[in-house]
């Protein structure tokens, strides 16, 4: 056999003791609900491996998306959004002391089913990396079209200057998407944003704070349905008001993943028997503090849009229902409202 073959050969068998190793380790580690997996001693290991013996570690254990929670993780070690974004031959130099132990340290997070977007305490909402905090409401993809939806609505109403003065009231603030979206996207915007939870104000003005967009953000801890008279008297007349409010129906948060039952504010998710409960003082507030022709707009269950136009023409006069916008799964998701001239 020739040198370059025995070279080859020995490199192979290394390999595959190394992988042996790894995979015996796997096996043998407490589940993280019981302690930290600590990372393998003296088994050096690549990117691209720790992502596969990750993905298939999270498979045993059913956790969702099991390789792009891998991906995710090992890419934010390496400092990049993505693993798509990770040049590929830094994908097989083996990991340094420090990178393993932090692959280690958020993969043991995730095996107890914790949101990546926690593990990694940061997640990207549009053009804008956000921290992110449990028990703080992650937000999804349908909400960023909101925002979308929103800023086409007032380029359509105002023009491109939007005016020299434009107010906006959301409210559930949650880690601050919607807002801090809007103001980076509108330099004459001032928000005030409102949310039950302590937790969800403090991160909002944290990520306002981290993006220089504070000084034209006020941010409450105030309770659409119980501080209606506190909210009214700190906020003066708004533009429009946005809001991705708690819509599921409480029977429906039976059925929720683990992950989000066991790490979410079930406050910024149950919205009642019909999911309506906080909508409906929305829908109140923004008849007392709307300007005339000044709009809604809601992120609300598939199942809403009739039922809410049923309810503003049945027993809301003041208030128009103007339309109702799919998401990108053309499922009815978005609703527009105006206060009446």
């Keep these: 056999m020739t040198s370059k073959k025995m070279w080859f050969l ?6 595959h003791k190394r992988l042996s190793q790894l995979s015996s380790f796997f096996r043998s580690a407490s589940c993280a609900a019981e302690g930290a997996v600590a990372p393998p001693v003296d088994s050096s290991v690549t990117a691209e491996q720790a992502v596969r013996l990750w993905a298939q570690h999270f498979t045993l254990h059913g956790i969702s998306e099991p390789l792009l929670s891998s991906q995710y993780i090992i890419a934010h070690v390496l400092g990049k959004k993505t693993f798509e974004g990770v040049d590929r031959r830094q994908l097989k130099d083996p990991l340094t002391d420090t990178q393993t132990v932090s692959v280690w340290n958020l993969c043991t997070k995730r095996l107890t089913s914790m949101p990546v977007q926690y593990v990694i305490e940061e997640w990207d909402f549009r053009d804008l990396t956000l921290k992110m905090k449990p028990p703080v409401f992650i937000p999804r993809p349908e909400t960023e079209e909101l925002v979308g939806l929103v800023l086409e609505n007032l380029r359509l109403i105002r023009g491109e200057s939007y005016g020299a003065d434009l107010r906006c009231l959301e409210v559930g603030v949650g880690s601050g998407a919607i807002s801090l979206s809007l103001l980076h996207s509108i330099p004459q915007l001032r928000v ?9 104000v403090c991160l909002t003005m944290e990520n306002a704070n981290r993006l220089g967009l504070q000084d034209r953000l006020e941010v409450q801890q105030l309770d659409v349905m119980g501080d209606s008279d506190a909210l009214l008297s700190k906020c003066g007349p708004v533009h429009f008001l946005v809001s ?24 910024a998710l149950d919205g009642g028997l019909d999911g309506l409960s906080v909508i409906r003082s929305i829908l109140v507030l923004a008849s007392e503090l709307l300007i005339e022709r000044g709009r809604v707009y809601l992120e609300v269950a598939q199942c809403h849009p009739p039922v809410i136009r049923q309810m503003i023409e049945e027993t809301m006069p003041g208030l128009l229902y103007l339309e109702t916008r799919c998401d990108l799964s053309n499922r009815p998701r978005f609703c527009i409202i105006q206060r009446r001239a």
């Design 10 to 15: 020995g490199r192979l068998m290394h390999r």
């Design 244 to 267: 991705n409010p708690p819509y599921l129906l409480t029977q429906e948060m039976q059925s929720l993943q683990t992950e989000i039952v066991r790490f979410e504010d079930h406050a």
């Design 192 to 200: 005030f944003a409102l949310d039950q939870s302590q937790a969800a």
